[in-house]
């Protein structure tokens, strides 16, 4: 029984494949390969891999489709690849349940340091860490306690909601929508401000250096990020 | 490479074809206008001043009216004005009989100065609209062959390291050490990610001239653009020393935060590009009244004949033009996106030696923050957001 990791590409390109194929296979990753994102639901349905690679730009459906059908049965981490001129698709992908992005070009070692997260992730999901580490300073979630220091800091009711929708999201794009909607309600799903504000505030208490996070990732237009210690 | 005219030129044309409609109109009523002005100013004049200057005061709107507008309100002009100084003044006053046939003359005059300037006018108008094509034409002549230069440098140079690279680790591999052959796939790497962006740069800047990239404002903190492009050149900027001052009361503003993070990336790639390996590079923010200011600058002791306007321009290097390469159109592409927004861009010497480049985007008041959250009451503490 083949016991590596299998890892579903699903990219029209020949010679993108190519490349993903070698380098993933020297790697000891299994590749299943599909050119089309028909053919790219189909074999996530019966290769069951433990990551999807799915590029944006696909000849007959939306790779944002392909997410989309994937995420209505699997949890399985999906890591689009996107151009630099597709923002808004990206934010879509985000939306439909993708969970890391890759910009083309790429160097492959920024790849395998998503495929190594993301894989860490699946593994972890459901284990739950409930205390979270910065540099220099931790967040029970269960107790609703922080520290900085050593030294017990105040984090507010919403700043405590906030961190800890990115915390079950970890290592994962959460879109500005999706933690407006967890934090916030529906009704402020478009109050981007918000985010803005509480984000600023979680970094000065929280981040070494909140100039440079290390942890309370923004994604340019998209949404946000919670880097565990150990993906850094 | 499809380069479109530039949207000072093709506004230009845009307006005066806009306003050639709008001017129609508003010729007419200001040939009204015109001939109740004088004929107020004739009533003025009755019985100080001869007739003659009277329709003299006529004539000055006639060739008024010919002067701003076409042929059409200048003849309504000479019309009226004929009418109003045939009704009011010339005697028998309130008919539109003539007894002198000097008045038939001042009228042919009036008439004639009328068409005459407005067909003066009318051709010059004419003239300077094919010029503004004609400029039109030149400007996107001169991007499009600039353009071609700094392809067939900026590309063909790489290409041609890719290609020899590769073919060589394609048919020599075994006679190449293990270093040699990482140091050629580096620099086909290298160079390829290079290129990428080169050809990005050249896209996004075609696409902002042609009006292809919609801007999709939000709120947005300049601290978290700052930190992404900071992130994003952190390679690039290894070898300079950074300093960041952001206040911590910068007010969000709101705009398309993907681009305006691309704007100041061009900033920092800027510095890191033109200045020598150790530079200190300032990054920072001020509020202003109306909007906040975002500067990069550089104490590079760097050159003081660099034409501040000109480096904004597309594909002009400052006189600093190194082999540090580049399409030129960084700092185009950064003017355009905060022009897109409201803002400027521009440069400055800095006094000690060095560059300071700027951009300014305008701050609007953002909406209050709900304090509480609808979920359960946790018995905590209510936020307070800090401004």
Not at chain 1, 37 to 50: N, Q, V
Not at chain 1, 215 to 228: C, F, K, N
Not at chain 2, 74 to 100: E, H, K, N
Not at chain 2, 340 to 356: D, Q, S, T, Y
Request: hydrophobic share 45%; aromatic share 6%.
């Amino acid at each position: 029984m083949d016991l590596r990791p299998t890892i579903l590409i699903v990219e029209d390109e020949p010679e993108i494949r190519r490349f993903l194929r070698f380098s993933l296979g020297a790697e000891g990753y299994r590749v299943v390969e599909s050119s089309t994102g028909r053919r790219g639901t189909i074999d996530a349905g019966t290769h069951k891999p433990d990551v999807a690679i799915v590029d944006l730009g696909l000849p007959d459906v939306d790779g944002v489709e392909v997410v989309r059908h994937i995420r209505e049965w699997s949890p399985m981490p999906i890591i689009i690849l996107s151009a630099r001129s597709q923002e808004r698709t990206k934010i879509e992908a985000f939306g439909a349940g993708a969970d890391d992005y890759v910009t083309k070009p790429f160097g492959i070692s920024e790849l395998l340091a998503r495929i190594r997260v993301a894989l860490r992730h699946a593994v972890r999901s459901g284990s739950g860490g409930d205390v979270l580490r910065f540099e220099n300073a931790t967040v029970d979630l269960d107790k609703r306690t922080a520290f900085r220091d050593g030294q017990p800091i105040h984090l507010t009711p919403i700043e405590f909601r906030l961190i800890a929708a990115l915390a079950r999201h970890v290592d994962k794009v959460v879109t500005h929508r999706q933690l407006l909607a967890e934090v916030w309600g529906p009704a402020h799903e478009r109050d981007t401000h918000y985010l803005r504000i509480y984000m600023k505030q979680l970094r000065d208490k929280l981040e070494a250096d909140p100039v440079r996070p290390k942890h309370l990732i923004t994604e340019i237009g998209v949404g946000y990020r919670l880097a565990a210690s150990d993906s850094l | 490479m499809d380069v479109r005219q530039t949207p000072t030129a093709r506004d230009s044309v845009a307006r005066i074809f806009k306003a050639r409609t709008n001017q129609r109109w508003i010729g007419y009523g200001w040939a009204v206008a015109a001939t109740v002005a004088s004929t107020l100013v004739g009533f003025a004049m009755r019985g100080r001043f001869d007739l003659v200057n009277i329709a003299m005061v006529y004539l000055l709107a006639v060739v008024l009216v010919a002067l701003h507008y076409a042929r059409g309100p200048a003849v309504l002009t000479s019309i009226l004005c004929i009418a109003a100084f045939d009704v009011l003044f010339v005697p028998p006053q309130g008919t539109f009989t003539v007894d002198d046939v000097q008045y038939v003359f001042t009228f042919a005059i009036m008439l004639t100065v009328g068409l005459v300037i407005s067909y003066l006018v009318a051709n010059v108008r004419r003239q300077a609209r094919e010029q503004a094509a004609l400029e039109v034409a030149a400007e996107t002549e001169r991007i499009r062959s600039a353009l071609l230069a700094s392809i067939s440098h900026d590309l063909r140079t790489p290409l041609a390291v890719m290609s020899g690279a590769s073919s060589t680790l394609a048919e020599a591999a075994e006679k190449l050490s293990s270093q040699e052959r990482q140091a050629l796939a580096r620099s086909i790497f290298e160079q390829s990610r290079d290129m990428a962006e080169r050809v990005t740069k050249v896209l996004q800047m075609t696409r902002l001239e042609t009006g292809a990239i919609q801007i999709d404002r939000d709120w947005t903190s300049v601290g978290e653009v700052a930190s992404s492009a900071l992130g994003r050149m952190s390679e690039r900027l290894a070898s300079h020393r950074l300093i960041v001052e952001l206040p911590d009361d910068l007010p969000l503003v709101k705009v398309d935060a993907v681009l305006v993070e691309q704007a100041l990336g061009n900033l920092l790639e800027n510095a890191a590009k033109h200045t020598p390996a150790g530079t200190v590079v300032r990054l920072y923010a001020k509020q202003r009244t109306n909007d906040l200011v975002v500067s990069v600058e550089d104490y590079s002791g760097g050159p003081s004949d660099v034409d501040v306007e000109r480096i904004f321009q597309k594909f002009a290097h400052g006189a600093i033009e190194t082999n540090a390469g580049g399409v030129g159109l960084g700092l185009a592409i950064c003017r355009a996106i905060v022009r897109l927004h409201g803002g400027n861009a521009w440069a400055e010497r800095v006094p000690a030696g060095g560059m300071v480049f700027r951009f300014s985007l305008p701050i609007e008041q953002p909406p209050g923050v709900v304090e509480r959250s609808p979920g359960p009451d946790d018995g905590l503490a209510p936020d307070y957001p800090h401004r």
